[in-house]
Each structure stands twice: as structure tokens, then as C-alpha cells.
């Protein structure tokens, strides 16, 4: 069992980026999806989670309005869609997957916003 990140890269302070994280290997509906994001010297950071049916999302307050998290079954991916981005998003992007005791977690993909 898997996920890989991908899509991450250099943007400039006002612009976008599409991370997308491919699942396989488990029953990909019946899993929380999560990203998350860690800065040098700061702690790993929840940014955004969706459910298995995809019906309820959630934020952080620094990303609200300007990232969306989006999930398709039939593909087994996860997508975040990150809009006006800002210096202080700049971090490695991670990819995780949780039901009960179950837990997956990509390699991450940097994200760096600077002009």
C-alpha cells in the first residue's frame, strides 16, 4: 500500500499549483485523506482533510478560501488546489492516508512560493 505526491514546484506569491496524491494498494474510499505540510525547523502542519465519501472537508485557518481539497474514488486520488499562494506556504507537501489503526504516508512534494 501507497501514496505518491506529485505537482509540487516553484510558483510566485499570488499564483497556484495542483499537488495530486495517487493512491493504491488499499480500499481507497473507506479512507480519511489528509494533507499535510512541514517548514524547516516547524512542526508537520494539518492543512486540509476530506472523507471517504468525499462529503466533508475541513481547513486550516491559513489556508481557508484559498486551497481546496477534492478526492475521486474511481481514480484513487487526492487533489489539492492551493490559490493565492504566499511566501509562508512554502514547505514539503505530504500525502496521508488513515482508517482505524492504518496509516500511509507519501514522500512528499516541495512547494516553494518566491518571486
Known amino acids: 500500500a501507497q501514496v505518491v505526491e506529485s505537482g509540487g514546484g516553484l510558483v510566485q506569491p499570488g499564483g497556484s499549483l495542483r499537488l495530486s496524491c495517487a493512491a493504491s494498494?488499499?480500499?481507497?474510499?473507506?479512507?480519511?485523506m489528509r494533507w499535510y505540510r512541514q517548514s524547516p525547523g516547524k512542526e508537520r502542519e494539518l492543512v486540509a482533510t476530506?472523507?471517504?465519501?468525499?462529503?466533508?472537508?475541513n481547513y486550516a485557518d491559513s489556508v481557508k478560501g484559498r486551497f481546496t481539497i477534492t478526492r475521486d474514488n474511481a481514480k484513487k486520488t487526492v487533489c489539492l488546489k492551493m490559490n493565492s499562494l504566499k511566501p509562508e506556504d512554502t514547505a514539503v507537501y505530504y500525502c496521508?492516508?488513515?482508517?482505524?489503526?492504518?496509516?500511509?504516508w507519501g514522500q512528499g512534494t516541495q512547494v516553494t512560493v518566491s518571486s
Open positions: 496521508n492516508a488513515a482508517f482505524l489503526k492504518y496509516s500511509y
Open positions: 494498494g488499499f480500499t481507497f474510499s473507506s479512507y480519511v
Open positions: 476530506v472523507t471517504g465519501d468525499g462529503a466533508w472537508t
